[in-house]
Structures are given as structure tokens and as C-alpha cells.
């Protein structure tokens, strides 16, 4: 197996699923086909009618991976473009995030919606966008996002394995760029915990996705000047892992935390909130964040984009000021 | 073109040494920015900008020192520096809420739209007086000579609990943080690397005590964390100050009072009627005490810096418990004085302690200080010289004991401790003995 891009991780861990538990089946627009990032490629021709195209309608795609989840089997649904998975916002967070609760736990509703997400590869406003931040307000709605092919691998496992339904989120821009040897990566992690990726000692970076990335690449290069980041992955955005952000909070006392989704009601207020609520005494600077810029879209033009996008460059900026602090 | 001299950082500091320039010609200046830092004898302090404006000339370079007034730099007020922060009219609470202006933690461009104040932000200009007046340099150097800890330096809360759970005292430790701000790294060195920072002695006793302060985190639930205010912290380093500089001895003599428990007793009533306030034995120990200095002036002293200063007039330090923390108004020109003017005026400086009245000058310049522990029972204490004074006596629990006489009879007297700590560096335990002995003399006398 050894090294393997995203992509083919989640491609490898589908069929492995599939070929495990014949209940497992996938439904999306084009997946019989491969699906446009390829991500099911294959699959079709191997497991039949367990791959299965669906209408351009998201709400439909949700709607029957719950009926389907009702009736037993184990549906994972593929929204082709995170940005188009709001016409099924009603279906999973009015619908399949309370089956649990709404039954008090006698029944449970396991699907899985797999959305590739995120900008940085020239997608423009329809094809770019961040959502994390509206499913993740949601109890009851797991959503998870890694950066390592092995963690795609092993908490796409997971996210199938669980009783609830969880919104798998794969970052477009690391499905090619981000290779990885699966078989010697780090141990494997669980749904609704987080890692410390990169000890240090001066500061915290928290991010999540391809995000995750550039602060690696940041903290890298600021090892070089002397200032010792640590590097937290986040891996689950819902619910998170308030153990692990206290733990990497506490022991630098000066946090960055970092996403590509807009600032405003973006992940790092809540972050900065449980942070501050629960580690005040060992704050030694502000809490910092670098988001995109509140504006409504993801833009077109490669500049503009650039301008949107946080990246190395503008973490290890503020790094280097939080250090200064 | 405006001026910035040397302000006064505390009582008897004629001088200050600039340790390092903030700002360069040609920075642009908010109100209260730091422009450079200075240190003193006694405390070392920022200088806030009592200006807004864009730095001038530097007219005293790094490493000199100059007397208090000197010209420092100049500032060019007004226009250039303050288009940085804002255009308008509210340029210097622009300049403050915001902090991080100019320093390097500047807010990008796309959070300046929706959020003008970054957060945290303010907290770091949090400390600044609110009232600041452009206009008024000496207001500004008046404040920074009282309360040179409140607008000096901020202390993240990180810095503080590591402060507080090791006893390190910030005021001692340099800052590499922004604009020498104490970094919670600053404080973890000084915990590690100095070595004379014990760990927290207080919090309870026993074989505990040391694990809990090696593992901060466990015994954080353990004890209260209890804000120093300002009054605390004066009163810390002025003790500890008094304590590691000034070696000190004590002794103590003890008096038959019988006399002046019986002469109060006599007079307290129309003394009431006559002067509107109550008569304690206080005044008369007071008046005891001036007596035996004239004969003795060598305790009515200070020691500044190297030089040892003998007074003329008495000005008495009265110690007061008041509600707030521990006070020495000081009675000027107690020498002057008799029983009743004594008695009104220490009245008069233990109300204005109780009700925080007293003005800067009731607590400066004493030359000597009288405690009345027997106030609330002891009968003997070992005080701590006020320094720079040089000698501090007590009036021990008057107290009835059966007292063996001349001629080996037994009596029922009254009798009084009298204990002094002085600072044996200015005089001799003949001298303290002799003060001693004849302030004993003085209390037996009257009758």
C-alpha cells in the first residue's frame, strides 16, 4: 500500500469498506462514473448497483441516504462540491441530526456525506467554498476534516463505523498534492480527537484541512528563525476537541488559529472562546486568527484568490508577531 | 516642537539613567506611548508620551543619566504622526483602543473591516490612566512619580499565575516581549535559570508544601489566588526592601507605667470635654519618645544611598492597621508639639488612614516611627525599620504583673514592653541601648 495520495485513500478505503460490509452502499452525482476527483473510480464496475448516480439534487441525495440508513443499510453519499450541499441543509440538520435525540437514543442513523470542500484551486465562487462552519453549529451532525492520507483512511473508517451521521470533508487542494506513507504514519486517530502534529514550544497554530498544511510549512520555516511552533490538527470539527486545544493552549500560552473559511462565525471564535474561557491563566498574548476575509465568496481572478486564501506567508507573519508579543 | 524631560520617579530620586530608547526620530507617537525607558534608584519605568505626535530629536543618548527636569527629546506634535492611526478628532482614543498601532502586531487589512479592535487588543493599553491630557507634561510626569507600577508595565494573565504560584517579582525582571513587555518565557526563566526564586513559602507548611509548588496545576485548587493591589505591593517592597538592605537589630525594655496608667486615668475625662478627643497613652509615649531623640538624634535619621542624614525637626511615622493595608502617616514637627496636640493629631492621621484622605505629604518624610502594638495585645513585636529611617520603636500591652521592688517587696504594677529594631549600620547597640534606657526613664518619670 505505502505511499498514497488523498485521493487514493479515499478511494482504497471505500472499496476496503465496501468489500467488508455489503450493506455499505454510494450514491452522487457522476459516481458511477468515477466521480470528478475520482474519488470512486472503479468502484462501479466492481460493487454494481452498490454505486449508484443520482439527480443533480443534494436534498434528494440526503434525503435518500437517510431512508436508506432507516431501512438498515449504510449509505455514503458524495456531494460533488461542498458548495452545493446546502439544498440538503434541511434534510441533514432538521432531519438526520436528531433521529438520535428525537428517539432518545432507542434508534440511530448511520450515514456518512462525503463533500469535497475548500478553495485554492481556481474554483471560483461555486466551487471554492469552506462550509464547515454551518454543520459544525450543528449537534448531532459529526463533521470531520484531515489533512494526512492516513487519516483520511482512518477516520473515513470511522466516520462509516458510527451509529451517526457525519459530514466527511476532503479538501480539494490536498486530494493530489499531499502524498503520504500510510503504513508508517502516525498512530491511528479516533473520530472527536485531535493531534498535536508538531510539538513546540513558543506558540500554538490550530488548523484543520489543507490549512493544516501551510501552518506546517510556516512553523518550518520559523523553526529556522528560532521560534518553536507547535501544530495542532483538529481533524474533527464536530464535536471538538476541547482537551487537546486546552492541553496546546496551555503549554505555549499564545495561540494562532487558522482556516480558510471567513472569519466571522468561522470555527476560530469558538476556538478563541473555549480557550479563553478555560485557559485565561495561561494566556501570555492575545489569541490570534487568520481566516478569510469576510466577503461572500470565494473570487475567480488568481490574485484576488491569492489575496483570499491564507497561506504560509501570512501564518507565519503572524506567527512571528505572536512570538514578539 | 515640544519638550519631554526627565520626570521624578518617586521621592528623593533626583536622577534617571535612560536604559534604552522605544522610539526613534521620525515614529510617529500616540499619547502614552512609551518613549523610552528609564531607571532610577528606585524604580525603573517607560516614560508614556505626554504627546501626540511624531519623535523629534533625542537629546540624551542610551547609558546616560541626567537630573530630574533634563530634556530628554523632543516631539513634533499633532499632524504626521497622528494621520497613522486616525484623521479625526479622536485620534488618541483611536491610538489606544487599538493598541498594537504602529507595534508589530498590526491588524491586517482584512479584519480591520469588521473588527476594529482586534481581540485583546485593549487590554494591553487597558493600564494606561484614562484621563490623560495632552496638554499637561507635568500631570503626566506627576502621575508616572506616584504610580510608576500601574502605567509601567502589563502582565498577561499567564505571567501572573506564574508569578504568584513561584513568588517571582516581575518588577525585577527584564522583558523581551513587545515594547520589554515580561513574556510568560521571561518568568519561566527567572523561575529555572536564577535560582532565587523559591517556590511559594506561604500557602501551608508541611512536607507537602514543596511537591504542590513543583506541580502548579494540581494545586491550583488548593488556596486562593488574591490580587496584590497597589497598597499590598508598596507595602511588600517596602519591607522586603527594608529587610534585605537595612541589618537590623532589635531589643527591648520593659517599663513601670504605673505612673502614666494613673495620670491618664486622672485626666482622660476632662481631657474629652477639653479637646473633643479621647486620651490614650499614645501621645504621652509619642512625647516620650521626641524627648529622648533630642537627646539621641542619632536615631532620628535616614539612610539615603550612602549618606547617612541626621534631622533636626522630629517628624513622627505614626503605624496605622487602617482597612486598606498598613499606613505610616507621619506627624511633622512632632517635637513641636504637646499631649494635646499629639492627641489630635494622631486622631486626626488614623481617621484620614481609615477613610484613604491622606495627602502625598502626611506620609512622606518621616525620620522616625512609633507603633502601638499593644493596640491589639501583644506584648512583644519585632517591627521592621520604615526604611530609609533608621530606627523603629513599639508600645507593647500594658499589662498589671506582680513586680519585684527595691527593697524585695512584690506590687501590683503596670508594666509596658518597648521594643526597637534599628538599622545597625547607622548606629551602634550602645547608642539603641542608651535610646533605650532613657525613653524607659522618661515613661517611669511620669506620674
Given at each position: 500500500?505505502?505511499?498514497?495520495?488523498?485521493?487514493?485513500?479515499?478511494?482504497?478505503?471505500?472499496?476496503?469498506?465496501?468489500?467488508?460490509?455489503?450493506?455499505?452502499?454510494?450514491?452522487?452525482?457522476?459516481?458511477?462514473?468515477?466521480?470528478?476527483?475520482?474519488?470512486?473510480?472503479?468502484?462501479?464496475?466492481?460493487?454494481?448497483?452498490?454505486?449508484?448516480?443520482?439527480?443533480?439534487?443534494?436534498?434528494?441525495?440526503?434525503?435518500?441516504?437517510?431512508?436508506?440508513?432507516?431501512?438498515?443499510?449504510?449509505?455514503?453519499?458524495?456531494?460533488?462540491?461542498?458548495?452545493?450541499?446546502?439544498?440538503?441543509?434541511?434534510?441533514?440538520?432538521?432531519?438526520?441530526?436528531?433521529?438520535?435525540?428525537?428517539?432518545?437514543?432507542?434508534?440511530?442513523?448511520?450515514?456518512?456525506?462525503?463533500?469535497?470542500?475548500?478553495?485554492?484551486?481556481?474554483?471560483?465562487?461555486?466551487?471554492?467554498?469552506?462550509?464547515?462552519?454551518?454543520?459544525?453549529?450543528?449537534?448531532?451532525?459529526?463533521?470531520?476534516?484531515?489533512?494526512?492520507?492516513?487519516?483520511?483512511?482512518?477516520?473515513?473508517?470511522?466516520?462509516?463505523?458510527?451509529?451517526?451521521?457525519?459530514?466527511?470533508?476532503?479538501?480539494?487542494?490536498?486530494?493530489?498534492?499531499?502524498?503520504?506513507?500510510?503504513?508508517?504514519?502516525p498512530a491511528e486517530t479516533q473520530?472527536s480527537r485531535a493531534r498535536i502534529t508538531r510539538p513546540g514550544a513558543d506558540l500554538t497554530i490550530i488548523?484543520?484541512?489543507?490549512?493544516?498544511?501551510?501552518?506546517?510549512?510556516?512553523a518550518?520555516?520559523l523553526a529556522?528563525?528560532g521560534i518553536d511552533c507547535m501544530v495542532v490538527d483538529l481533524l474533527t470539527?464536530?464535536p471538538l476537541d476541547t482537551e487537546t486545544i486546552l492541553e496546546s493552549a496551555k503549554a505555549t500560552g499564545k495561540v494562532l488559529v487558522?482556516?480558510?473559511?471567513?472569519?466571522?462565525?468561522?470555527?476560530?471564535?469558538e476556538i478563541s472562546a473555549i480557550i479563553a474561557e478555560h485557559a485565561f491563566e495561561y494566556l501570555d498574548a492575545p489569541i490570534r486568527?487568520?481566516?478569510?476575509?469576510?466577503?461572500?465568496?470565494?473570487?475567480?481572478?488568481?490574485?484576488?484568490?491569492?489575496?483570499?486564501?491564507?497561506?504560509?506567508?501570512?501564518?507565519?507573519?503572524?506567527a512571528?508577531?505572536l512570538a514578539a508579543y | 516642537?515640544?519638550?519631554?524631560?526627565?520626570?521624578?520617579?518617586?521621592?528623593?530620586?533626583?536622577?534617571?539613567?535612560?536604559?534604552?530608547?522605544?522610539?526613534?526620530?521620525?515614529?510617529?507617537?500616540?499619547?502614552?506611548?512609551?518613549?523610552?525607558?528609564?531607571?532610577?534608584?528606585?524604580v525603573t519605568?517607560?516614560?508614556?508620551?505626554?504627546?501626540?505626535?511624531?519623535?523629534?530629536?533625542?537629546?540624551?543618548?542610551?547609558?546616560?543619566?541626567?537630573?530630574?527636569?533634563?530634556?530628554?527629546?523632543?516631539?513634533?506634535?499633532?499632524?504626521?504622526?497622528?494621520?497613522?492611526?486616525?484623521?479625526?478628532?479622536?485620534?488618541?482614543?483611536?491610538?489606544?483602543?487599538?493598541?498594537?498601532?504602529?507595534?508589530?502586531?498590526?491588524?491586517?487589512?482584512?479584519?480591520?473591516?469588521?473588527?476594529?479592535?482586534?481581540a485583546g487588543?485593549?487590554a494591553v493599553?487597558a493600564t494606561?490612566?484614562?484621563?490623560?491630557?495632552?496638554?499637561?507634561?507635568?500631570?503626566?510626569?506627576?502621575?508616572?512619580?506616584?504610580?510608576?507600577d500601574q502605567?509601567q508595565r502589563f502582565y498577561s494573565p499567564a505571567v501572573m499565575r506564574l508569578a504568584q504560584e513561584h513568588s517571582v517579582d516581575l518588577a525585577v525582571i527584564r522583558g523581551t516581549g513587545v515594547?520589554g513587555r515580561v513574556t510568560r518565557k521571561d518568568v519561566d526563566a527567572a523561575i529555572s535559570g536564577a535560582g532565587t526564586v523559591a517556590p511559594a513559602p506561604a500557602v501551608e507548611s508541611g512536607p507537602q508544601s514543596a511537591a504542590r509548588a513543583a506541580s502548579p496545576a494540581q494545586s491550583a485548587a488548593a488556596y486562593t489566588v488574591v490580587p496584590l493591589t497597589p497598597t499590598r505591593r508598596t507595602i511588600a517592597e517596602n519591607l522586603k526592601r527594608s529587610n534585605l538592605e537595612a541589618p537590623q537589630a532589635w531589643?527591648?525594655?520593659?517599663?513601670?507605667?504605673?505612673?502614666?496608667?494613673?495620670?491618664?486615668?486622672?485626666?482622660?475625662?476632662?481631657?474629652?470635654?477639653?479637646?473633643?478627643?479621647?486620651?490614650?497613652?499614645?501621645?504621652?509615649?509619642?512625647?516620650?519618645?521626641?524627648?529622648?531623640?533630642?537627646?539621641?538624634?542619632?536615631?532620628?535619621?535616614?539612610?539615603?544611598?550612602?549618606?547617612?542624614?541626621?534631622?533636626?525637626?522630629?517628624?513622627?511615622?505614626?503605624?496605622?492597621a487602617?482597612a486598606h493595608g498598613l499606613?505610616?502617616?507621619?506627624?511633622?514637627?512632632?517635637?513641636?508639639?504637646?499631649?494635646?496636640?499629639?492627641?489630635?493629631?494622631?486622631?486626626?492621621?488614623?481617621?484620614?488612614?481609615?477613610?484613604?484622605?491622606?495627602?502625598?505629604?502626611?506620609?512622606?518624610?518621616?525620620?522616625?516611627?512609633?507603633?502601638?502594638t499593644?493596640?491589639f495585645g501583644s506584648?512583644a513585636s519585632k517591627p521592621i525599620v520604615?526604611y530609609?529611617?533608621?530606627?523603629?520603636?513599639?508600645?507593647?500591652?500594658?499589662?498589671?504583673?506582680?513586680?519585684?521592688?527595691?527593697?524585695?517587696?512584690?506590687?501590683?504594677?503596670?508594666?509596658?514592653?518597648?521594643?526597637?529594631s534599628?538599622?545597625?549600620?547607622?548606629?551602634?547597640?550602645?547608642?539603641?541601648?542608651?535610646?533605650?534606657?532613657?525613653?524607659?526613664?522618661?515613661?517611669?518619670?511620669?506620674?
Amino acid at each position: 500500500m505505502a505511499t498514497m495520495t488523498v485521493i487514493e485513500a479515499v478511494r482504497s478505503t471505500l472499496d476496503e469498506e465496501m468489500a467488508r460490509d455489503d450493506r455499505i452502499f454510494l450514491l452522487g452525482e457522476d459516481v458511477e462514473a468515477g466521480g470528478v476527483f475520482r474519488a470512486t473510480d472503479g468502484l462501479h464496475a466492481k460493487y454494481g448497483e452498490r454505486v449508484i448516480d443520482s439527480p443533480l439534487a443534494e436534498s434528494s441525495i440526503i434525503g435518500i441516504s437517510i431512508g436508506a440508513a432507516h431501512y438498515g443499510l449504510r449509505p455514503v453519499a458524495e456531494i460533488q462540491f461542498a458548495d452545493f450541499i446546502h439544498s440538503g441543509f434541511d434534510q441533514l440538520c432538521s432531519e438526520a441530526s436528531r433521529w438520535s435525540y428525537r428517539t432518545n437514543g432507542d434508534s440511530f442513523l448511520p450515514m456518512v456525506v462525503r463533500a469535497p470542500w475548500g478553495g485554492g484551486v481556481h474554483g471560483g465562487q461555486h466551487h471554492s467554498q469552506s462550509i464547515e462552519a454551518y454543520y459544525s453549529h450543528m449537534p448531532g451532525i459529526k463533521v470531520v476534516a484531515p489533512a494526512f492520507p492516513a487519516d483520511f483512511r482512518s477516520l473515513l473508517k470511522a466516520s462509516i463505523l458510527d451509529p451517526n451521521p457525519v459530514l466527511f470533508l476532503e479538501h480539494k487542494r490536498i486530494y493530489r498534492l499531499i502524498k503520504q506513507d500510510v503504513d508508517n504514519a502516525p498512530a491511528e486517530t479516533q473520530l472527536s480527537r485531535a493531534r498535536i502534529t508538531r510539538p513546540g514550544a513558543d506558540l500554538t497554530i490550530i488548523a484543520y484541512g489543507f490549512m493544516l498544511h501551510e501552518s506546517l510549512s510556516a512553523a518550518e520555516t520559523l523553526a529556522g528563525e528560532g521560534i518553536d511552533c507547535m501544530v495542532v490538527d483538529l481533524l474533527t470539527l464536530n464535536p471538538l476537541d476541547t482537551e487537546t486545544i486546552l492541553e496546546s493552549a496551555k503549554a505555549t500560552g499564545k495561540v494562532l488559529v487558522v482556516h480558510e473559511d471567513t472569519l466571522t462565525g468561522g470555527l476560530g471564535g469558538e476556538i478563541s472562546a473555549i480557550i479563553a474561557e478555560h485557559a485565561f491563566e495561561y494566556l501570555d498574548a492575545p489569541i490570534r486568527r487568520i481566516a478569510g476575509p469576510d466577503v461572500p465568496a470565494m473570487p475567480y481572478h488568481h490574485a484576488m484568490e491569492e489575496f483570499f486564501m491564507p497561506n504560509r506567508e501570512k501564518i507565519a507573519a503572524a506567527a512571528r508577531d505572536l512570538a514578539a508579543y | 516642537m515640544t519638550t519631554v524631560t526627565m520626570p521624578q520617579l518617586g521621592e528623593s530620586v533626583t536622577e534617571g539613567t535612560i536604559l534604552a530608547w522605544l522610539k526613534q526620530p521620525g515614529d510617529p507617537i500616540a499619547l502614552d506611548d512609551s518613549l523610552c525607558e528609564i531607571e532610577t534608584e528606585k524604580v525603573t519605568a517607560e516614560l508614556p508620551s505626554p504627546y501626540e505626535g511624531v519623535m523629534g530629536e533625542i537629546l540624551v543618548p542610551q547609558g546616560e543619566t541626567v537630573d530630574v527636569g533634563a530634556a530628554l527629546c523632543t516631539v513634533v506634535e499633532g499632524a504626521a504622526g497622528a494621520a497613522a492611526p486616525s484623521a479625526n478628532g479622536h485620534q488618541s482614543s483611536t491610538a489606544r483602543a487599538s493598541g498594537w498601532s504602529g507595534g508589530p502586531m498590526s491588524i491586517p487589512p482584512d479584519e480591520d473591516k469588521k473588527a476594529p479592535a482586534p481581540a485583546g487588543a485593549p487590554a494591553v493599553e487597558a493600564t494606561a490612566p484614562p484621563e490623560a491630557d495632552p496638554r499637561e507634561p507635568a500631570q503626566a510626569a506627576a502621575r508616572t512619580s506616584t504610580k510608576p507600577d500601574q502605567r509601567q508595565r502589563f502582565y498577561s494573565p499567564a505571567v501572573m499565575r506564574l508569578a504568584q504560584e513561584h513568588s517571582v517579582d516581575l518588577a525585577v525582571i527584564r522583558g523581551t516581549g513587545v515594547g520589554g513587555r515580561v513574556t510568560r518565557k521571561d518568568v519561566d526563566a527567572a523561575i529555572s535559570g536564577a535560582g532565587t526564586v523559591a517556590p511559594a513559602p506561604a500557602v501551608e507548611s508541611g512536607p507537602q508544601s514543596a511537591a504542590r509548588a513543583a506541580s502548579p496545576a494540581q494545586s491550583a485548587a488548593a488556596y486562593t489566588v488574591v490580587p496584590l493591589t497597589p497598597t499590598r505591593r508598596t507595602i511588600a517592597e517596602n519591607l522586603k526592601r527594608s529587610n534585605l538592605e537595612a541589618p537590623q537589630a532589635w531589643t527591648m525594655v520593659e517599663a513601670d507605667v504605673t505612673g502614666l496608667v494613673r495620670l491618664r486615668t486622672r485626666e482622660k475625662e476632662a481631657f474629652l470635654r477639653q479637646e473633643g478627643v479621647e486620651l490614650t497613652l499614645l501621645p504621652y509615649f509619642t512625647l516620650a519618645v521626641c524627648e529622648t531623640l533630642r537627646e539621641f538624634p542619632m536615631l532620628n535619621a535616614r539612610w539615603e544611598g550612602e549618606e547617612l542624614r541626621h534631622y533636626g525637626a522630629l517628624d513622627i511615622g505614626i503605624a496605622v492597621a487602617s482597612a486598606h493595608g498598613l499606613v505610616v502617616p507621619v506627624i511633622h514637627g512632632a517635637g513641636d508639639l504637646n499631649i494635646s496636640g499629639l492627641a489630635k493629631r494622631i486622631v486626626d492621621l488614623a481617621q484620614r488612614a481609615q477613610t484613604r484622605k491622606l495627602r502625598l505629604e502626611d506620609i512622606e518624610g518621616g525620620t522616625f516611627t512609633v507603633n502601638n502594638t499593644g493596640s491589639f495585645g501583644s506584648i512583644a513585636s519585632k517591627p521592621i525599620v520604615n526604611y530609609p529611617q533608621v530606627g523603629i520603636v513599639t508600645m507593647e500591652r500594658v499589662v498589671k504583673r506582680a513586680v519585684v521592688r527595691d527593697e524585695d517587696a512584690i506590687a501590683v504594677r503596670s508594666m509596658v514592653n518597648v521594643c526597637l529594631s534599628f538599622d545597625h549600620r547607622a548606629l551602634d547597640g550602645v547608642e539603641a541601648g542608651g535610646f533605650l534606657a532613657a525613653l524607659k526613664r522618661r515613661l517611669e518619670a511620669i506620674a
